[in-house]
């Protein structure tokens, strides 16, 4: 079994497809390898294809004319991006680049499209994926227009929990090295005043700071502040969803 048709076998995405349909797409699909720090697309590149991340991270984002960077979202192993390319977009919006050494499989549009057509499971899968992305945005959005900054900082503090948090004895450490500027560049905030909130939040004794290691102290005082739950990471890996004990009518409109 070649690296590609593994790959391609054990993404869930495609887990269903029959043994002649991976063949397929391994036969028309290209693996390649990105050092760290490296652009896999630019926005104007074709979008001919999706593409799916194997190993390592990659860092989706776009850059304003003014040029601060928006940063969308992180893509780890087993997801595919690049799917736009789906429906019709000819180039690409967004910028990609490793974080970390990355393996990619190119996967072209029209042999996806009729693979789609062929598998219902497989156009059910692509579809669920794009209804996730767009509520991702859509909430992403709604905090920027209704939330305080603080709220925003907040907010993504408990997604990056539930995504990378590990138990250890000061609390939940976030398992992803982020700067004050990426997390800026993804709630739409200055560095300056991510570096401020951070300094409230660990002077609160909510959380704690070191070397770019961020550890959530108390995840509940935070779940509460903005009225979400939290699923955190149990002892023995899987997570333990947290709900706010107090949930006020009226939350306030009104950013900073």
């Known amino acids: 079994m070649s690296e590609t048709h593994w790959y391609i076998k054990n993404c869930r995405l495609f887990e269903r497809l029959s043994r002649e349909q991976i063949l397929r797409l391994e036969r028309c699909s290209r693996l390649r390898t990105f050092p760290k720090q490296t652009s896999v697309y630019l926005p104007t590149d074709p979008a001919d294809g999706a593409l799916l991340l194997t190993q390592g991270r990659v860092k989706l984002s776009h850059l304003t004319e003014k040029g601060k960077e928006a940063i969308l979202a992180y893509i780890e192993p087993g997801e595919l991006f690049g799917e736009l390319a789906l429906i019709g977009d000819t180039t690409r919006e967004e910028s990609a680049v490793t974080l970390l050494p990355s393996t990619i499989i190119f ?150």
């Open 107 to 256: 996967i072209p549009a029209d042999e996806l499209e009729r693979m789609m057509a062929q598998s219902a499971d497989l156009a059910l899968g692509v579809s669920k994926l794009f209804g996730l992305r767009r509520r991702r945005i859509e909430r992403r959005l709604k905090l920027l227009l209704f939330r305080s900054n603080r709220h925003r900082l907040v907010h993504l503090l408990l997604e990056l929990t539930e995504q990378y948090g590990k138990k250890c004895p000061e609390g939940i450490v976030i398992g992803i090295k982020l700067s004050h500027q990426d997390l800026a560049n993804i709630i739409g905030s200055t560095r300056e005043t991510v570096t401020t909130l951070l300094g409230t939040l660990q002077s609160e004794g909510t959380l704690q700071i070191s070397r770019q290691c961020i550890v959530i102290r108390n995840p509940q005082i935070l779940s509460e502040e903005i009225h979400a739950p939290v699923r955190l990471p149990s002892a023995d890996g899987p997570h333990i969803e947290m709900s706010p004990k107090r949930i006020s009518p009226a939350l306030s409109l009104k950013p900073d």
